[in-house]
């Protein structure tokens, strides 16, 4: 490429002439004299191959080769200008892209809240979400596709090899058809709930999670009876809704109202089955995970703004 096209001196002496349409005039605005910048229109023009300028003594005016260029130019004088307060934005984390996978539970409620507040505070910084399963973000972080991700999993089991920030904690709750005999019992008995088929998700989704919930059921010396599994808590919800068996699930998906479903939590079961610690109803948590090596800024300011809006343990790193 010739060097004279990417000169933004040039392109700043045609500016200076196109708009005083006198070289010196341009001269004196650019704080030269007139033979140099009349010397670089005429070499820009001849690596242009075309005219910019028509020249008279009397008078200087825009070819339409000119006219046509002149919006471009501006338009590039201004970005070149702009370039080093943009640099300083990028190192900051004010300007920039950050990939989030995340899982169903959290969109219900903080992601959406998260998601619209941080684009006020940081406009420039790209939030691009796609909602994944545990598995399937771990894949793409091994594949470089994402910068963080939202991730289910029991109390303290977050995924090895990963900087991770706890983001809540919530019981599971029971899931019932609403024509169930338990959905409206005064009291559940854990045996008879136990005894239930199940419809859960597969363990390569959330494995901690997965198996806490059958330590709950080994625990009252029972094999869960498998009815259905499912990937996302929705599907789950539904298929529950249609009878398929019953579903222990994060208290944050009673917000996805469904009808025929009905939610029972801890304080429904009978006191002895939650004075008795063996068969305490698992817990889970969701964390926001990313790789410890990480050094993009934009991805720093935004754990540092989910830190800010409540996150409930400091940051660790594996």
Same mark, same amino acid.
């Given at each position: ?12 002496q ?21 033979? +140099? ?25 825009l ?6 260029l ?28 950050v ?13 959406p ?38 991730? =289910?999993?029991s +109390?303290?089991?977050a995924?090895p ?17 609403e ?16 005894a ?5 998700? +597969?363990?390569? $989704?959330?494995?901690s ?6 330590? =709950? ?13 499912? $990937? ?30 009905v ?10 089955a ?16 990313? +790789? ?27």
């Amino acid at each position: 490429m010739n060097e004279a096209l990417i000169d933004l001196r040039a392109w700043r002496q045609f500016m200076a002439v196109a708009e005083e349409l006198h070289f010196g005039r341009a001269a004196q605005r650019l704080h030269m004299t007139q033979p +140099p910048v009349t010397q670089a229109i005429a070499q820009l023009e001849k690596s242009l191959g075309v005219m910019l300028f028509d020249r008279t003594r009397r008078r200087v005016a825009l070819t339409p080769a000119g006219e046509a260029l002149l919006p471009d130019v501006r338009d590039l004088l201004a970005r070149a200008q702009a370039l080093p307060a943009r640099a300083r934005a990028a190192a900051a984390g004010q300007v920039g892209r950050v990939r989030i996978a995340f899982v169903s539970t959290v969109g219900f409620e903080r992601l959406p809240a998260w998601v619209r507040e941080f684009r006020v505070l940081c406009p420039e910084v790209a939030l691009e979400l796609v909602e994944a399963t545990g598995d399937v973000q771990l894949e793409a972080f091994a594949r470089g596709e994402i910068d963080a991700g939202l991730m =289910l999993h029991s +109390p303290g089991a977050a995924p090895p090899g990963l900087a991770r920030l706890a983001v809540s904690q919530e019981p599971l709750v029971l899931a019932l058809p609403e024509r169930h005999a338990l959905a409206h019992a005064p009291r559940l008995r854990m045996a008879e709930v136990l005894a239930e088929p199940l419809v859960i998700f +597969p363990r390569r $989704i959330v494995p901690s999670l997965h198996d806490a919930i059958f330590a =709950l059921y080994h625990a009252a010396g029972r094999a869960p009876q498998l009815a259905q599994e499912a $990937i996302q808590m929705q599907t789950i919800v539904n298929l529950v809704s249609g009878g398929i068996g019953v579903a222990w699930v994060p208290e944050s998906v009673t917000q996805f109202r469904r009808a025929g479903i009905v939610y029972r939590r801890a304080e429904a079961f009978a006191p002895a089955a939650r004075r008795r610690g063996a068969l305490a109803l698992p817990a889970c948590e969701t964390s926001l995970v990313w +790789p410890g090596q990480a050094t993009d800024p934009s991805l720093a300011r935004f754990v540092a703004f989910v830190r800010e809006r409540g996150a409930v343990s400091n940051a660790t790193e594996e």
